[in-house]
């Protein structure tokens, strides 16, 4: 079975500047896929980032890139020019290649805020 | 509607009781899934369906749980006899297709259920 593993269970950054989220999991499969989510007060998962295992580039959107070792099986989110908007929960997911196994797996969480 | 929604978005029932709980998945997305989070942790999968069947329903914790969907769109996830252990966040999402390498889960924003 997959785990996902989130050891920092809160982080604080100063508004406009960079923070890094850490995420490591353990699998024994080749193909999969990796997630960042944000959880906001509002309950709401929102898709941050995703990035396939068979891609050696690093996904970014906007403000959000990771790092992602899959030797090292570590997967992290860094968050650039942070904002205030950025400040909510935010989880790391995977989720198995083959047909028949789309759940996805969350770590605990990491509870990010910005200070102004 | 644009997004998954879900029904009630709170609901406090006494131990013993049976509650069900609402799903609406984005329209045309074929794939449903739910999860658990119980407070400060992450996301615990339960079950999910393609089409109106449930090919894996590994994360139901007892048989106290049960889902249902019809008609490839609204589901309902059952728990009867309630326990104070079943009090958590009952999150759905839905996606395009189980297993499509473009897949991505779209959550609601969750059912708060207290037993009292």
């Known amino acids: 079975a997959q785990t996902v593993t989130q050891s920092q269970p809160e982080m604080s950054v100063q508004e406009a500047e960079t923070v890094t989220l850490s995420c490591t999991y353990d699998t024994s499969e080749s193909d999969y896929y990796l997630f960042w989510y944000k959880q906001p007060p509002s309950r709401q998962m929102i898709l941050v980032i995703r990035q396939e295992a068979y891609k050696q580039q690093n996904a970014t959107e906007n403000r959000f890139s990771v790092n992602f070792q899959k030797a090292a099986k570590s997967f992290s989110l860094k968050i650039s020019d942070s904002q205030l908007g950025d400040a909510a929960m935010y989880f790391c997911a995977y989720r198995s290649y083959s047909f028949g196994n789309e759940k996805l797996t969350f770590g605990t969480g990491t509870r990010l805020t910005i200070i102004p | 509607g644009a997004g998954v929604s879900q029904s009630p978005s709170n609901k406090v029932t006494e131990k013993g009781k049976d509650v069900e709980l609402r799903c609406d998945p984005i329209s045309g997305h074929t794939a449903l899934y739910w999860y658990r989070q119980r407070l400060g942790q992450g996301l615990e999968f339960l079950i999910y369906f393609q089409g109106n069947s449930a090919p894996d329903k590994s994360g139901l914790p007892s048989d106290r749980f049960s889902a249902e969907r019809t008609g490839e769109s609204v589901s309902t996830l059952t728990i009867q006899r309630t326990q104070q252990e079943d009090s958590a966040v009952y999150l759905c999402?839905?996606?395009?297709?189980?297993?499509?390498?473009?897949?991505?889960?779209?959550f609601g924003p969750g059912t708060r259920l207290t037993v009292l």
């Open positions: 999402a839905s996606s395009t297709r189980a297993g499509a390498s473009t897949d991505t889960q779209y």
